[in-house]
């Protein structure tokens, strides 16, 4: 088994409950890192350099994407986001196995640079289900349900080129699944070339 | 997540542990059979059909190869010994997992069948520790075990295509390891085409 970590992409719409997965994956494996993304927004009240966000100027930012610092990026409403390349190659290297929460777009762009990426699209049990998550929130007016359940809808039709798909019914199960996809890819053939020669020629 | 069984061809030499990883993996989850083999040789004392082999004439046997009925079958020591196909689509259309232990040539002629198939190579952790579980089998004299060594050299050789390579240098962590291969593949894109487009045709 390679003692390599693996780079994980995990993406999914709004309501699926990435964010509860990533959590619960991370409090039952201490070998997993969470990528923690770059952006020039400034931080909002509550929020610390290198906890939520690195903060970055626009320069630093601009810098790192010429350099190719940057794994992925993209502009949203005025600010740059993206993912330091650095931490993740830091962390592998010692055999942490890095999680990357990012929408379709972004992990396209991470698989066409890492084609060794695991990417993992967590999806709801329905829409049913996923619409009844969004109103449970509570405080969000119809429209804003609508809107997040269209745009969970275009995510998941762009959901092509991940190579597992979760099905997140329950929070303990869809963790238990990719702490079997962590173990499965660590064994894979492709990533263990050479392990069969290495036990031939010890003498 | 596909509720098709899995069939999963386990290979290995002599020695690293198939047997006991098998015993232990039908122990832990009622969700696998194991597959039984045919053969034309005749039936030792206290064995059973249907149990160790499906003891067959060499009329039927052939039979079953000329009519599809045979995975994958092979002559050895004057008798034939092949895979019935139909316990294996029986099982795994009603959603249990199938294991096929079996050795390398075998194992290729049924990823070449059936690329659905999940190929897993079961390795000893070294030569030495190899050498070693052969020799404490006991009764066997040293050209005999310099015979399987080298054997096992040869299936190690040959372990070229299978998906998954498992060190068994401990049979409950091999399990795991195998048992997280089986909810991976399950959850893997290629066995889930069509599930996304189930959801997000659902109303």
């Known amino acids: 088994m390679t003692n390599k970590g693996l780079l994980l992409v995990l993406s999914g719409p709004s309501g699926a409950g ?4 990533v959590k619960r994956l991370l409090q039952t494996d201490p070998r997993i890192r969470l990528s923690v993304s770059a952006t020039t ?3 909002r009240p509550g ?3 290198g906890r939520e966000y690195r903060f970055l100027s626009r ?16 502009e949203y409403c005025g600010n740059c986001y993206g993912t330091p390349l650095r931490p993740i190659l830091d962390w592998t290297s010692k055999g942490f196995d890095v999680v990357l929460e990012i929408e379709v777009q972004g992990g396209a762009q991470v698989k066409a640079k890492r084609p060794d990426a695991v990417g993992i699209f967590i999806l709801p049990p329905s829409l ?3 619409e009844r998550r969004l109103r449970s929130r509570g405080t969000e007016p119809d429209g804003t349900v609508r809107k997040r ?6 995510e998941m039709e762009r959901a092509r080129g991940y190579d597992y798909l979760v099905v997140n019914d329950d929070v303990d199960s869809a963790v238990g699944r990719i702490r079997g996809i962590i173990a499965a890819e660590k064994n894979s053939s492709r990533r263990n070339a050479g392990l ?6 010890q003498t």
Chains 1, 2 share one sequence.
């Open 18 to 21: 990435k964010g509860t997965v």
């Open 41 to 43: 927004r400034a931080p």
């Open 47 to 49: 929020e610390a350099d």
């Open 59 to 74: 320069d630093r930012f601009l810098e790192m994407v010429r350099s190719g610092e940057m794994l992925e990026h993209a």
């Open 128 to 130: 049913a289900e996923l």
């Open 149 to 154: 359940l269209a745009a969970a809808r275009g």
């Open 196 to 201: 069969i020669e290495r036990i031939l020629s």
